[in-house]
T-cell receptor
């Protein structure tokens, strides 16, 4: 089955810790994205990557880092510099062309304890 | 002004009702538009793309008005299973690279009751 997989589904972090969220896709998509969703707000773009070994900051990149060493994988690290990390994190992928569907993973709920 | 604005709702309607959602966007250069559906605590999924000529898929009709920078979604004969949040999505990426910078509205919640 082709798709996009995020893990873990739930993650708890202590203050001051870095955590890494996994995102893997087997759809052969070039573009991958990380979004954050807070209650009552739309999805906000954190980072995106159009091709392996290249990525760009989105609208709310502060306190986050990413890597794109393989086409299939786009992990997101939430660093201790992110002041309010509790949120629902969604990874997506798409073909690099307009009018194409973005496919989302099932999301990771991160809670700071 | 937000890049993509929607009425947050909730819209409470009985089964069988017709309901319309509206959305406005700020970037007149935007080229592609979508409606996504998101169920509670789940990931968004594409409902339909919105073409300039308007498009219909069964009970769902989407319209685009570029002059007014306005997108709409009409749901006819509402079903209980239509209860969800509907997200208006505008691609504000750079067209020449094909990159899609999808900007999401906050979503409109729909509750269909028996």
């Amino acid at each position: 089955d082709g798709g996009i997989t995020q893990s873990p589904k739930y993650l708890f972090r202590k203050e001051g810790q870095n955590v890494t969220l996994s995102c893997e896709q087997n759809l052969n998509h070039d573009a991958m994205y990380w979004y954050r969703q807070d209650p009552g707000q739309g999805l906000r773009l954190i980072y995106y990557s159009q091709i392996v070994n290249d990525f760009q900051k989105g609208d709310i990149a502060e306190g986050y880092s990413v890597s794109r060493e393989k086409k299939e994988s786009f992990p997101l690290t939430v660093t201790s510099a992110q002041k309010n990390p509790t949120a629902f994190y969604l990874c997506a992928s798409s073909i690099n062309r307009e009018w194409t569907e973005a496919f989302f993973g099932q999301g990771t709920r991160l809670t700071v304890v | 002004r937000k890049e993509v604005e929607q009425d947050p709702g909730p819209f409470n309607v009985p089964e069988g009702a017709t309901v319309a959602f509206n959305c406005t966007y700020s970037n007149s250069a935007s080229q592609s538009f979508f409606w996504y559906r998101q169920d509670c605590r789940k990931e968004p999924k594409l409902l339909m793309s919105v073409y300039s000529s308007g498009n219909e898929d069964g009970r769902f009709t989407a319209q685009l008005n570029r002059a007014s920078q306005y997108i709409s979604l009409l749901i006819r004969d509402s079903k209980l299973s239509d209860s969800a949040t509907y997200l208006c999505v505008v691609n504000m990426g750079t067209g020449y690279t094909g990159f899609q910078k999808l900007v999401f509205g906050t979503g409109t919640r729909l509750l269909v009751s028996p």
